[in-house]
């Protein structure tokens, strides 16, 4: 009887002992209000308080003369249940320069403790912006100082940018992610394959993303926070005079008045080898910016968009991109003599390199960005002008394996930006590189670069990418 009675006590000392474990996390668990995501968004006026001389058109002759609306710089803060917190700043600019996004990044850091990795900016690469690359400006500019002029307006952004940041990070409040996504049929491939070789003219056939994804941002009384949303297309319907966001701009101007207290986010996608068309008035720039605004109110009425949850992964580095073997020194001064004034002004740069350098640059590294959101959103940030095949190629790609990240066996959804935190001239695939033409070579001439990549580009960019994928997901995981 004695045997019998003592193995029958410790049962129950461990089933009371297990109940009582088991009670405590359940009672936690009841306890536990913070929030799986918090966030604030915030507005920013950017547009220059006297004429400049603006970006885009090689062919300007003149500063600006006004402006149509006000250009802006958006921000919107997320951070998970950890404490990470991802800044995405997009702007109505030609795009980010190092001028621009390396003292935020730093003072990001040492101010507010939040890694420089977690910055993403992006352009929305309109036409009618400042010129704030301070050697096209130094270029470009008749009359005046306009390189200074570049250089002053964007140390005034920076401070502007990091104010706001300062302003936006005590806002943080509970919010919940939604994702859900809509089409917009304006962009169109501009790459037409002619006898004489490709040139920049509307190719109905040639591949295109018309996609409209957006990223909700509510509180859990469903009113909005912000809604962030993307599309693959030249920001370039105008080519006036006046400054004016085009129709990325009075996209989210149509939003905004839609959703009072609502900040809409404009994040240009892969569009460095799509324009909208048809282009060239005011009226048109107002129509697309209608037609996008319409696809966001779509998205927005889902019934069932995806919920986010999970928690912030991010992951940046350098990739090494390769040059094509430089022209000779030979070339060079023929070019110089005998090209357009593009072509001289580049072979004059490439032959100061020569006699600076000792020699002209094989490589340059440019930066990539993947923010992982929980297992449901990964957002890739790609440099440069970037064409419409990293899309959809990284789309298909992306989605291999990520059940295996540990939330989940769903697909992420994958959403690529190009135009973000350094958009140094035109990022071709290989298919563009060797067709040639405008993205795939031409435009090299308005930089100081040696010419067209090298054919490793496409695969040395995704491959980066898809380690960077790999360590963002990973980052979710940890505790």
Same mark, same amino acid.
């Given at each position: 009887?004695?045997?019998?009675?003592?193995?029958?006590?410790?049962?129950?000392?461990?089933?009371?002992?297990?109940?009582?474990?088991?009670?405590?996390?359940?009672?936690?668990?009841?306890?536990?209000?913070?929030?799986?995501?918090?966030?604030?968004?915030?507005?920013?006026?950017?547009?220059?308080?006297?004429?400049?001389?603006?970006?885009?058109?090689?062919?300007?002759?003149?500063?600006?003369?006004?402006?149509?609306?006000?250009?802006?710089?958006?921000?919107?803060?997320?951070?998970?249940?950890?404490?990470?917190?991802?800044?995405?700043?997009?702007?109505?600019?030609?795009?980010?320069?190092?001028?621009?996004?390396?003292?935020?990044?730093?003072?990001?850091?040492?101010?507010?403790?939040?890694?420089?990795?977690?910055?993403?900016?992006?352009?929305?690469?309109?036409?009618?912006?400042?010129?704030?690359?301070?050697?096209?400006?130094?270029?470009?500019?008749?009359?005046?100082?306009?390189?200074?002029?570049?250089?002053?307006?964007?140390?005034?952004?920076?401070?502007?940018?990091?104010?706001?940041?300062?302003?936006?990070?005590?806002?943080? *409040?509970? +919010? $919940? =992610?939604?994702? !859900?996504?809509?089409? &917009?049929?304006?962009?169109?491939?501009? #790459?037409?394959? %002619?006898?004489?070789?490709?040139?920049?003219?509307?190719?109905?056939?040639?591949?295109?993303?018309?996609?409209?994804?957006?990223?909700?941002?509510?509180?859990?009384?469903?009113?909005?926070?912000?809604?962030?949303?993307?599309?693959?297309?030249?920001?370039?319907?105008?080519?006036?005079?006046?400054?004016?966001?085009?129709?990325?701009?009075?996209?989210?101007?149509?939003?905004?008045?839609?959703?009072?207290?609502?900040?809409?986010?404009?994040?240009?996608?892969?569009?460095?080898?799509?324009?909208?068309?048809?282009?060239?008035?005011?009226?048109?720039?107002?129509?697309?910016?209608?037609?996008?605004?319409?696809?966001?109110?779509?998205?927005?009425?889902?019934?069932?968009?995806?919920?986010?949850?999970?928690?912030?992964?991010?992951?940046? *580095?350098? +990739? $090494? =991109?390769?040059? !094509?073997?430089?022209? &000779?020194?030979?070339?060079?001064?023929? #070019?110089?003599? %005998?090209?357009?004034?593009?072509?001289?002004?580049?072979?004059?740069?490439?032959?100061?390199?020569?006699?600076?350098?000792?020699?002209?640059?094989?490589?340059?590294?440019?930066?990539?960005?993947?923010?992982?959101?929980?297992?449901?959103?990964?957002?890739?940030?790609?440099?440069?002008?970037?064409?419409?095949?990293?899309?959809?190629?990284?789309?298909?790609?992306?989605?291999?394996?990520?059940?295996?990240?540990?939330?989940?066996?769903?697909?992420?959804?994958?959403?690529?930006?190009?135009?973000?935190?350094?958009?140094?001239?035109?990022?071709?695939?290989?298919?563009?590189?060797?067709?040639?033409?405008?993205?795939?070579?031409?435009?090299?001439?308005?930089?100081?670069?040696?010419?067209?990549?090298?054919?490793?580009?496409?695969?040395?960019?995704?491959?980066?990418?898809?380690?960077?994928?790999?360590? &963002?997901?990973?980052?979710?995981?940890?505790?």
């Amino acid at each position: 009887m004695k045997s019998f009675f003592l193995p029958l006590l410790m049962v129950g000392v461990l089933f009371n002992w297990t109940t009582s474990v088991l009670m405590t996390h359940v009672a936690a668990a009841e306890t536990d209000t913070s929030p799986e995501w918090r966030g604030a968004a915030a507005s920013v006026v950017i547009t220059p308080d006297k004429p400049m001389w603006m970006s885009g058109y090689a062919s300007r002759t003149k500063p600006s003369e006004g402006k149509v609306h006000d250009l802006y710089a958006k921000l919107l803060i997320l951070e998970d249940n950890r404490g990470e917190k991802v800044v995405i700043i997009t702007t109505d600019l030609i795009g980010i320069t190092p001028a621009l996004r390396d003292p935020i990044a730093a003072r990001l850091e040492s101010e507010f403790k939040i890694p420089s990795a977690a910055l993403l900016m992006n352009a929305s690469h309109t036409h009618c912006g400042p010129e704030l690359r301070e050697d096209k400006a130094t270029r470009r500019g008749l009359g005046g100082d306009r390189g200074a002029e570049a250089r002053q307006y964007t140390k005034q952004l920076v401070e502007k940018l990091l104010k706001a940041i300062a302003e936006t990070l005590p806002r943080l *409040e509970p +919010v $919940e =992610l939604k994702y !859900a996504s809509a089409r &917009a049929g304006f962009a169109m491939n501009r #790459r037409l394959p %002619t006898p004489q070789g490709v040139i920049n003219s509307p190719n109905p056939e040639g591949p295109v993303d018309q996609r409209v994804p957006v990223l909700i941002v509510e509180r859990p009384d469903s009113s909005l926070v912000a809604a962030m949303f993307g599309y693959a297309c030249h920001n370039t319907t105008l080519s006036f005079y006046q400054f004016c966001g085009d129709y990325a701009g009075y996209a989210q101007e149509y939003l905004e008045e839609a959703h009072p207290g609502m900040v809409a986010l404009f994040m240009m996608g892969c569009g460095g080898d799509q324009n909208p068309y048809p282009r060239r008035s005011l009226d048109l720039a107002k129509q697309h910016g209608r037609a996008l605004s319409n696809a966001v109110e779509v998205a927005l009425s889902v019934r069932h968009p995806r919920e986010i949850h999970g928690r912030l992964g991010i992951a940046m *580095e350098e +990739v $090494e =991109l390769e040059f !094509a073997t430089p022209p &000779a020194r030979e070339e060079l001064l023929k #070019r110089k003599e %005998t090209g357009n004034k593009y072509e001289q002004s580049h072979a004059v740069r490439l032959l100061d390199q020569l006699e600076e350098r000792g020699g002209i640059q094989t490589s340059y590294a440019f930066p990539l960005q993947v923010i992982q959101l929980g297992n449901d959103l990964t957002l890739v940030a790609i440099c440069g002008e970037t064409v419409v095949d990293y899309s959809l190629r990284l789309q298909r790609e992306l989605k291999t394996g990520a059940g295996n990240s540990g939330n989940g066996d769903k697909e992420p959804v994958i959403w690529v930006a190009g135009y973000s935190n350094n958009v140094f001239g035109y990022l071709p695939s290989l298919r563009v590189l060797k067709e040639g033409g405008y993205e795939g070579n031409r435009a090299m001439i308005y930089t100081s670069y040696p010419g067209p990549f090298a054919e490793s580009v496409e695969q040395r960019v995704v491959s980066k990418i898809k380690d960077l994928t790999a360590q &963002a997901r990973k980052s979710t995981l940890q505790k």
